[in-house]
């Protein structure tokens, strides 16, 4: 009698821990995580806007692997896909204008979650991409950040460079499931807040909050890199758009102290999109060229 009584409150307790674990599982993943997780009900822009709908009801799980795990046929590319992304400068000069690096604004090589991140960008592309008027492979997006956040050039799809990207952003994706889009790999368009950002508000957040480590000038310093002049992002860049930057400081700045209100991420915002910068010049078309009428399309 006693033991199964003994079994029933085990079992009872078994039961209990197991749905509390859920409970807490699922709220974390419902609840509103202002900073941390872009709300899920700011848009994402053009760029987005045909992103299907996550497959499973709790939505993927950030949980990148390991990069020394990867199979040992494709180890030595995902290393050098890492080694691109953190030293970019080192390991692909000819493409880089600039004085950035990738993991300037994908910090950790975009393995963090506290970033632009790039764990699940395998599962999320392609994807329909306003700027092109197509939907555009990993490949084209990546040149897009060489060309505009790197102030460089592009390297081509078949090239070692790309192709070590690739496989790198294929493996820190394991696990996503395709065509999903994960909540922390999708900057939030833009900050849900009716305040007009004030760039001369914006110079004294700059002196008070960014200038200690970006730099007085705001040149870039040893610890962090620049914010404007000849060495930073181009005027084509996505970080060149007001509510582009008032999202990422907003949410990750200062480094691993993120403290500024909406306002004040706003007002830095048009201050940083005051200053001086290189200027994107394109070399091949933006759009791809429809030759071939997709269905359903008059023919030109
Ligand atoms: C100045 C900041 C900056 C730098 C430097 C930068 N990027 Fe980006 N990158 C961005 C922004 C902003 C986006 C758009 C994020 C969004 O809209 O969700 C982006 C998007 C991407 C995406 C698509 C992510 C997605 O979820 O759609 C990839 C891939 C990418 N960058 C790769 C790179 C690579 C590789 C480099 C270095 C060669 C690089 N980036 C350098 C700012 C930067
Ligand atoms: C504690 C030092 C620190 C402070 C303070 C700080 N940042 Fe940063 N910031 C960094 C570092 C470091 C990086 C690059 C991270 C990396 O490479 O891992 C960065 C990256 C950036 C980037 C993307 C890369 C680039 O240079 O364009 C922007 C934009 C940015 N910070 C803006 C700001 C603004 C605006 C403020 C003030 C509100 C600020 N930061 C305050 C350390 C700091």
């Not at 390991?91 to 963090?112: I, K, L, Q, W």
């Not at 060309?147 to 592009?154: I, L, N, T, V």
């Not at 907003?250 to 209100?261: E, Q, V």
Request: proline share 9%.
């Amino acid at each position: 009698m006693n033991q199964a009584k003994l079994f029933f409150s085990l079992t009872l307790l078994v039961l209990l821990l197991i749905f509390g674990a859920w409970l807490a599982f699922f709220f974390q993943w419902s609840a509103p995580m202002p900073r941390t997780a872009a709300p899920a009900a700011i848009g994402t822009g053009t760029d987005t806007a045909a992103a299907p709908r996550a497959l499973s009801p709790l939505g993927p799980v950030f949980n990148p692997p390991a990069l020394e795990d990867a199979p040992e046929k494709i180890r030595p590319m995902v290393m050098l896909g890492y080694k691109i992304m953190t030293e970019t400068k080192k390991y692909a000069p000819e493409y880089v204008g600039n004085d950035m690096a990738c993991t300037n604004c994908h910090f950790d090589g975009g393995r963090s979650k506290d970033t632009i991140s790039l764990v699940g960008v395998a599962a999320k592309y392609p994807l329909y991409r306003g700027r092109r008027e197509y939907t555009a492979d990993l490949a084209l997006r990546t040149q897009g950040c060489f060309e505009r956040s790197m102030d460089g050039k592009a390297p081509a799809p078949d090239s070692q460079i790309m192709q070590s990207l690739l496989v790198y952003y294929q493996w820190i994706s394991k696990g996503i499931p395709i065509y999903s889009t994960p909540p922390w790999a999708v900057l939030a368009h833009h900050l849900d807040n009716e305040h007009k950002p004030d760039a001369v508000a914006g110079k004294t957040v700059f002196k008070d909050v960014c200038a200690r480590c970006h730099g007085e000038d705001g040149l870039g310093t040893p610890i962090a890199p620049p914010l404007w002049g000849d060495g930073a992002y181009n005027d084509g860049a996505g970080m060149h758009r007001i509510r582009t930057f008032s999202v990422f400081v907003w949410r990750f700045m200062p480094k691993t102290d993120p403290s500024l209100t909406q306002e004040q991420a706003l007002d830095v915002a048009a201050y940083a999109h005051e200053q001086p910068r290189p200027k994107f010049t394109a070399t091949h078309p933006n759009k791809i060229e429809r030759v071939i009428p997709l269905p359903g399309e008059a023919r030109q």
